[in-house]
């Protein structure tokens, strides 16, 4: 029992000594886990806490670096900015340097100029008192009295000049009144004068649009081809907007090519058998009117028995021009002047008004003679059965040939009134021409003029003179030198203004 007991209590004192182990075992564990826990917790805050330094570090590493970027960014604006002033600074001292350099170079040579002019002064003055001295000896007169001399001339140099520009103004005034009745006279004579003709070998045709020049062209330049060989013409397509211009010195194909080109813009339809047609349809109603016209001609004269052939020739006439005066108008006008002269100096006025209506027939034949029109014209008349005066008419109207009639006389003296009439022809280029040429040759005749130029139609006349040989005071007397000079040599209508013009120039080379 007592073992049962001990054994028990044994057992008891075991089982407590076993959970008391078994206990500390068990704490032992659980704060070896914790305290493992806590060491965990410790390293994984102690990792968070050093990433995140770091993390911190590196964004203010950024920061300070983007900072001192930013810095030096400014610094360096700042550096070009005050490079930049410092440059223009040394540019503008590098200017004013040089500009007080100038000044002292135009000082030195002022200073220069005024010594020399000083000089010229009194080189002048000795240069005078000797030309006074030799004066007085040479003329033995005293200096106050060749002074008085030298201002009695000048006084009546001037009153000279004063007289001959009053005469000047009293002559203008009365070319004035003379060319406003002039005006007058050619103004009423143009109202009943012949009509004239701007253009002698062109004409131009308006287009509806440029488009319509490549139809004329037509592919491969087939249209135009062919309108110039049925028409004998040159036709010119250029730049020109909305125009053609036709090309002939033969006025019956200009004529002929112009109608024909205005009605085949007119009707669309532009191919070459379409041209050929409207050009037959034309040349035949041009030829109506050649007819047309030279009838009414004679008709109106009142003269008979005119073959067909001529009256073709006068009609042909109708579309020729002479220094812009139409031709049939002026043999018109030849034959009307001529029987009035005839009629009252009791020639035959008949044979007069023929042969001033055939003067110029010979420019309307139909020929490739390269003879004259005054020879042509007395071949046909006198091929036709006109009478010899009248065929002597039409070959001496030029002096061609002898007038051997009171008749032939009379055609040249109404020739030359149709012709010269105001308002009949345009001056001729050449004798315009020659007016400006005898101006520059004039201008050039003097010593000291380097070249010489007629503008605005002979009314100026620009002179370029030599500045070593021409003075300033020289060129004024110059000028009216020229102007003596033109006034007796050459007759012109108006006035001529005079230009000298006289130019120094000063070249120096930096080496």
Same mark, same amino acid.
């Given at each position: 029992?007592l073992?049962?007991?001990?054994?028990?209590?044994?057992?008891?004192?075991?089982?407590?000594?076993?959970?008391?182990?078994?206990?500390?075992?068990?704490?032992?564990? @659980?704060?070896?886990?914790?305290e493992?826990?806590?060491?965990?917790?410790?390293?994984?805050?102690q990792?968070?806490?050093?990433?995140?330094?770091?993390?911190?570090?590196?964004?203010?590493?950024?920061?300070?670096?983007?900072?001192?970027?930013?810095?030096?960014?400014?610094?360096?604006?700042?550096?070009?900015?005050?490079?930049?002033?410092?440059?223009?600074?040394?540019?503008?001292?590098?200017?004013?340097?040089? @500009?007080?350099?100038?000044?002292?170079?135009?000082?030195?040579?002022?200073?220069?100029?005024?010594?020399?002019?000083?000089?010229?002064?009194?080189?002048n003055?000795?240069?005078?008192?000797?030309?006074?001295?030799?004066?007085?000896?040479v003329?033995?007169? =005293?200096?106050?009295?060749?002074?008085?001399?030298l201002?009695?001339?000048?006084?009546? $140099?001037?009153?000279?000049?004063?007289?001959?520009?009053?005469n000047?103004?009293?002559?203008? !005034?009365?070319?004035?009144?003379?060319?406003?009745?002039?005006?007058?006279?050619?103004?009423?004579?143009?109202?009943?004068?012949?009509?004239?003709?701007?253009?002698?070998?062109? =004409?131009?045709?308006?287009?509806?649009?440029?488009?319509?020049?490549?139809?004329?062209?037509?592919?491969?330049?087939? /249209?135009?081809?062919?309108?110039?060989?049925?028409?004998?013409?040159?036709?010119?397509?250029?730049d020109?907007?909305?125009?053609?211009?036709?090309?002939?010195?033969?006025?019956?194909?200009?004529?002929?090519?112009?109608? !024909?080109?205005?009605?085949?813009?007119?009707?669309?339809?532009?191919?070459?058998?379409?041209?050929?047609?409207?050009? /037959?349809?034309?040349?035949?109603?041009?030829?109506?009117?050649?007819?047309?016209?030279?009838?009414?001609?004679?008709?109106?004269?009142?003269? $008979?028995?005119?073959?067909?052939?001529?009256?073709?020739?006068l009609?042909?006439? $109708?579309?020729?021009?002479?220094?812009g005066?139409?031709?049939?108008?002026?043999? @018109?006008?030849?034959?009307?002047?001529?029987?009035?002269?005839?009629?009252?100096?009791?020639?035959?006025?008949?044979?007069?008004?023929?042969?001033?209506?055939?003067?110029?027939?010979?420019k309307?034949?139909?020929?490739?003679?390269?003879? /004259?029109?005054?020879?042509?014209?007395?071949e046909?008349?006198?091929?036709?059965?006109?009478?010899?005066r009248?065929?002597n008419?039409?070959?001496?109207?030029?002096?061609? =040939?002898?007038?051997?009639?009171?008749? !032939?006389?009379?055609?040249?003296?109404?020739?030359?009134?149709?012709?010269?009439?105001?308002?009949?022809?345009?001056?001729?280029?050449?004798?315009?021409?020659?007016?400006?040429?005898?101006?520059?040759?004039i201008?050039?005749?003097?010593?000291?003029?380097?070249?010489?130029?007629?503008?605005q139609?002979?009314r100026?006349?620009?002179?370029m003179? /030599?500045?070593?040989?021409?003075?300033?005071?020289?060129?004024? $007397?110059?000028a009216?030198?020229?102007?003596?000079?033109?006034?007796?040599?050459?007759?012109?209508?108006?006035?001529?203004?005079? =230009?000298?013009i006289?130019?120094?120039?000063?070249?120096?080379?930096?080496?």
């Amino acid at each position: 029992m007592l073992t049962v007991v001990l054994v028990g209590l044994l057992c008891c004192i075991a089982g407590i000594a076993i959970g008391f182990i078994g206990r500390w075992i068990f704490a032992k564990f @659980k704060l070896t886990a914790a305290e493992q826990r806590a060491k965990r917790l410790q390293e994984e805050a102690q990792r968070d806490a050093e990433a995140e330094a770091k993390e911190i570090i590196l964004r203010t590493r950024e920061e300070l670096q983007s900072e001192r970027i930013a810095q030096e960014n400014e610094a360096k604006e700042t550096r070009s900015d005050l490079q930049r002033k410092e440059n223009r600074l040394v540019q503008k001292e590098a200017n004013l340097d040089k @500009k007080l350099q100038e000044i002292e170079d135009l000082k030195l040579q002022l200073g220069e100029r005024a010594e020399k002019l000083e000089k010229s002064e009194k080189e002048n003055e000795e240069r005078e008192q000797n030309l006074s001295l030799e004066l007085e000896r040479v003329a033995q007169m =005293t200096h106050e009295e060749a002074k008085g001399i030298l201002i009695d001339e000048m006084k009546s $140099h001037a009153e000279r000049e004063g007289q001959v520009y009053i005469n000047k103004i009293e002559a203008e !005034a009365q070319l004035v009144a003379d060319r406003k009745a002039r005006d007058i006279i050619v103004t009423t004579i143009q109202r009943i004068a012949t009509e004239v003709v701007g253009e002698t070998t062109i =004409t131009s045709v308006s287009l509806p649009s440029d488009e319509m020049k490549g139809r004329i062209i037509g592919r491969e330049g087939r /249209n135009i081809r062919t309108l110039e060989t049925l028409t004998g013409v040159d036709i010119i397509i250029d730049d020109t907007p909305e125009a053609v211009v036709i090309s002939c010195f033969d006025p019956v194909r200009k004529e002929i090519a112009r109608v !024909a080109l205005e009605r085949l813009v007119q009707d669309g339809r532009i191919h070459p058998a379409r041209i050929e047609e409207v050009v /037959n349809k034309v040349s035949k109603e041009v030829g109506r009117i050649i007819v047309d016209e030279g009838e009414k001609v004679v008709f109106d004269l009142g003269i $008979h028995n005119i073959s067909t052939e001529m009256i073709r020739a006068l009609g042909r006439l $109708h579309f020729r021009t002479s220094y812009g005066q139409n031709v049939l108008l002026h043999s @018109k006008e030849v034959a009307i002047l001529a029987g009035m002269i005839a009629s009252e100096v009791g020639a035959n006025s008949e044979i007069a008004m023929r042969g001033g209506l055939l003067h110029d027939i010979g420019k309307g034949a139909e020929t490739e003679s390269e003879a /004259n029109h005054a020879e042509l014209g007395a071949e046909l008349v006198k091929r036709l059965g006109e009478d010899p005066r009248v065929v002597n008419c039409v070959l001496a109207h030029h002096n061609d =040939t002898e007038p051997t009639s009171v008749e !032939a006389i009379i055609v040249q003296i109404a020739d030359a009134i149709s012709a010269s009439r105001p308002g009949a022809r345009r001056e001729s280029l050449d004798n315009y021409i020659k007016r400006l040429e005898s101006l520059e040759s004039i201008a050039k005749g003097f010593d000291g003029v380097d070249n010489a130029f007629a503008i605005q139609a002979g009314r100026e006349l620009r002179i370029m003179v /030599n500045a070593d040989k021409i003075s300033d005071d020289e060129s004024k $007397h110059l000028a009216q030198q020229i102007a003596e000079r033109i006034e007796a040599e050459l007759r012109y209508p108006g006035k001529i203004k005079i =230009t000298i013009i006289r130019e120094t120039r000063a070249v120096e080379y930096a080496k």
